[in-house]
């Protein structure tokens, strides 16, 4: 799907909403991840990296401005090449969403992280994509993922989960005038209704099974460092007291 053709809805004050709520979750994220390559699958328009510190950025996607034109679903970058790589609302827009995870696993290196947003089903954001009168319209044509089916696909990948956040608690009314006398649910969403907001942030690690990391045993050496030196006392004054035994003889 081409969203750089639903550019009109980011341009509304729904749309300017949501886009306010992706950058204040990717920036506090992206911010403290470190590496050589990150990489934006999708929304390409937006820049989602923007705070995060990796010396190369690149975007993918089949819209204009992209660094790569190319689909989400055959990445041609190298395997084990990135250490970041997000997916604003990539999958739900899409008709394969396995095989960008799978392509995404490809690519990322051993301990890389992988950082999504999706729209949430169980909301009133998801109410929107059921309706008769609605479905048909950007966003809410989207294939919508649940947040507990896309854990269990990044486990089958040995992602492990490493943060995530829900928000856009606020219905999402067309008129900015009906989401201000609704912002009450913005703060109290958190704690009443937690697994209801229209938007859902997903943070999970690439670990390989097998590997571990090695760290040096530090206390072993010491202690060994230890009993060697009594030893090696003895062997010094070996030679000294064979003389002196001599002597006497």
Not at 63 to 91: C, K, W, Y
Not at 204 to 209: L, R
Request: net charge positive.
């Amino acid at each position: 799907m081409n969203i750089q053709n639903d550019q009109p809805w980011f341009q509304s004050s729904l749309g300017q909403y949501l886009i306010e709520h992706e950058y204040c979750y990717f920036d506090q994220v992206v911010a403290n991840i470190f590496g050589y390559n990150a990489v934006q699958i999708g929304w390409s328009q937006f820049n989602f990296l923007r705070l995060n510190r990796a010396p190369f950025h690149f975007t993918v996607g089949l819209e204009d401005g992209t660094s790569i034109r190319a689909g989400a679903g055959f990445l041609p970058l190298q395997s084990n090449s990135m250490d970041l790589v997000i997916l604003p609302h990539t999958l739900e827009f899409n008709p394969n969403p396995h095989q960008i995870l799978r392509e995404v696993h490809r690519i990322l290196i051993p301990g890389g992280h992988i950082v999504i947003s999706g729209f949430n089903p169980m909301s009133l954001w998801g109410v929107c994509h059921y309706l008769k009168s609605t479905r048909r319209e950007f966003p809410w044509n989207g294939h919508f993922i649940s947040l507990a089916r896309l854990k269990d696909w990044l486990k089958l990948l040995d992602f492990e989960m490493a943060g995530g956040r829900l928000g856009c608690y606020v219905p999402p009314f067309k008129q900015e005038k009906w989401r201000r006398r609704f912002h009450f649910m913005e703060a109290a969403g958190d704690r009443w209704w937690p697994i209801s907001g229209g938007v859902y942030f997903l943070h999970a690690i690439k670990y390989i099974h097998g590997m571990r990391v090695i760290k040096p045993d530090w206390k072993n050496c010491l202690d060994g460092k230890r009993k060697m030196v009594p030893v090696a006392q003895k062997i010094k004054k070996f030679p000294a007291e064979e003389q002196s035994t001599r002597k006497c003889d």
